[in-house]
T-cell receptor
């Protein structure tokens, strides 16, 4: 099974940087995903890590350490539109039967203040 | 492409009623999923499918049924609605299991059982 932990809520100021941590304990590991979800909307894909290290995509970066079961999502130059929930999800299987299934954490609600 | 579409957007059911949540994708994805999301929580996998004719249980399948007769459609059936099934239901699809094949989500169905 999978156990994924992330903080419930974070507050930051417009223009600042926020780091959202995610720790996981899994029976298998085949990649970690970050999704953004605005209130009342569907999740949308932000980033994917399968090897250790940092992946950068514009203002968003995601880091993975497989040995520590740890990832973080870094949001730079925060904008008001970044106010949303951020979901960490782990994919456990490599086979077709495993179905590319994701196990999601509870999500971190980020509030950006002016 | 419309992506993943879901109907209805909203529904109120009485205890014991039945209904089918519809999900269609036009991206020719093999993999499809049903999740539920309770307020302030992450996503829980109900059922998934790795291709037409193949379905399997996720983390919270009790009270639900699915079928997958075509690549495009993956309906979710609630047979005897209970208040515990009040939630937002998201359908998702993905192309494959390798690399960063993210899941694409539909807009959700908001279901209330009274």
């Amino acid at each position: 099974g999978q156990n994924i932990d992330q903080p419930t809520e974070m507050t930051a100021t417009e223009g600042a940087i926020v780091q959202i941590n995610c720790t996981y304990q899994t029976s298998g590991f085949n990649g970690l995903f970050w999704y953004q979800q605005h209130a009342g909307e569907a999740p949308t894909f932000l980033s994917y890590n399968v090897l250790d290290g940092l992946e950068e995509k514009g203002r968003f970066s995601s880091f993975l350490s497989r040995s520590k079961g740890y990832s973080y999502l870094l949001l730079k130059e925060l904008q008001m539109k970044d106010s949303a929930s951020y979901l960490c999800a782990v994919r456990d299987g490599k086979s077709r039967a495993a179905g590319n299934k994701l196990t999601f954490g509870g999500g971190t609600r980020v509030l950006v203040k002016p | 492409n419309a992506g993943v579409t879901q109907t209805p957007k909203f529904r109120i059911l009485k205890i014991g009623q039945s209904m089918t949540l519809q999900c269609t994708q036009d991206m020719n994805h093999n993999y499809m999923y049903w999740y539920r999301q309770d307020p302030g929580m992450g996503l829980k996998l109900i059922y998934y499918s790795v291709g037409a004719g193949i379905t399997d249980k996720g983390e919270v399948p009790n009270g639900y049924n699915v079928s997958r007769s075509t690549t495009e459609d993956f309906p979710l059936r609630l047979e005897l609605a209970a208040p515990s099934q009040t939630s937002v239901y998201f359908c998702a699809s993905s192309y494959g299991i390798a690399g960063g094949n993210e899941q694409f989500f539909g807009p959700g169905t908001r279901l209330t059982v009274l």
